[in-house]
């Protein structure tokens, strides 16, 4: 059933700024007027007391009526007048049984209909990249049951979503097979150094396309052909470093290209390729050789394939150093989904975990920290994984966060979806706070809780 507002403090609070179930009076649902989860199925003794305390309250509240230049009355208003008529008629809705369930099988088909699109919603962000990844299609899978959609509800609307939009499920890269020893072929396997290295090559991984797993699974394959574990590491990293090398030397892994486009005629130029050297940019290639992967800190990371975006903004308000736009190429890169968490960020800094935000727990992201203190995090990573971990550039970050199709929102332009992202909802008390979003948490949230 769709979620209440049902806190309800006892003994209720005095100062309406201290517990805003107060404003529930007139709520469309009976159950959230009263303070009462519908999934908690509460027993007519427990609507009636609810009733009764809620109306005691108000009943406090009267005296205001008179004084109509006093903050409260004026936050009060018509709840002043209105509220003994909702919530007596919650509670003889909610006390009649045939209308009690006629409301919840109703509440029930809401939360269904929320969950369906919810899950769109997530489906719809988890390919807008144009691919599905086996990780991505678990989760929403997860998210599905945990929001009460069956298996077969969910299978239909990925392969539909799939369908429609053109998307493609990634598989995971194959790990490399598990080698019995190599029987001896000529000058290539006398020397088991000089094989190991050979089948490296073969592989065509580098830094960023060789996960965890492959690595594990060379080293067996080493150990396979008699080199010791120690001297296995050292020979992937020799390689690696050879193959970075090489990447690197590619068009597609070319430097960062920043091209300014004149003011006076930005709307012609923006087609235009304008004069710089084109750098040949092919993603599918990308994408077929380089796929997401999981760090050892249980961090998902998103592989970001090379492209070119206008970077900047001309809003009225944007600020200066927006402006102008430029015409931006970044190379492949890869960047974590999710913000790095408390629980994950003091395993590097243990002492951190006094620097917390207040209720903030182990998955909600971690703040109080410098820019120092970041890159140090990235360097201890790198030396933990043996890969390069580096905060993005700043057109590395724009362009992951808005595309390249010049959107406003990761949803599209339209404000006012304070059920996609917002700073401020009714678990605020700022005046200016989005009341009908109640995201579950007045400050941060968990990473991916959304």
Known sequence: ????????????????????????????????????????????????????????????????????????????????????????????????????????????????????????????????????????????????????????????????????????????????????PLPSQGPQSSNPQEEFLRLLRLSSLDSFGMTDDQRDAFINMAESLGIEPGEAEDLVDLYLEEADAISQTQPAAGPVRIEAIRSEAREANLGETAQAIHIEINVAAERGRYVNFQNSLGGEMLFIPSAEFVMGSEALEASPDERPLVRVTVSRFYLSRHLITNAVYEKFDPSHVRNRMPGAGDRHPVVHVSSLDTIKFCQWLSTRERKKYRLPTEAEWEFAARGTDGRKYPWGNHEGRGDLANFADRNTVFAWSDREIDDGYTESSPVGAF
């Open 1 to 180: 059933m769709p979620k209440c507002n049902v806190i309800f403090p006892v003994p209720l609070p005095d100062d309406p700024h201290k517990w805003e179930g107060w404003s529930n009076y007139k709520s469309p649902n009976f159950y959230e007027r009263l303070c009462l989860d519908p999934r908690a199925n509460p027993s007519n003794e427990l609507i009636e007391e609810r009733c009764r305390e809620l109306l005691r309250w108000w009943q406090k509240k009267l005296p205001l009526k008179n004084q109509p230049s006093n903050p409260l009355a004026q936050l009060l208003r018509t709840g002043l007048e209105e509220s003994s008529r909702y919530l007596t008629e919650a509670r003889v809705e909610l006390l009649d049984p045939q209308r009690r369930r006629e409301m919840d099988d109703e509440l029930a088909a809401q939360e269904h209909e929320e969950a369906v699109a919810e899950f769109q919603k997530y489906l719809a962000f988890a390919i807008a990249d144009g691919t599905l990844t086996a990780e991505e299609e678990k989760n929403l899978m997860r998210f599905g049951s945990e929001h009460g959609l069956t298996k077969s509800q969910m299978i239909s609307q990925i392969e539909a979503e799939l369908r429609d939009s053109g998307a493609k499920r990634v598989q995971p890269a194959p790990l490399p097979p598990t080698a019995a």
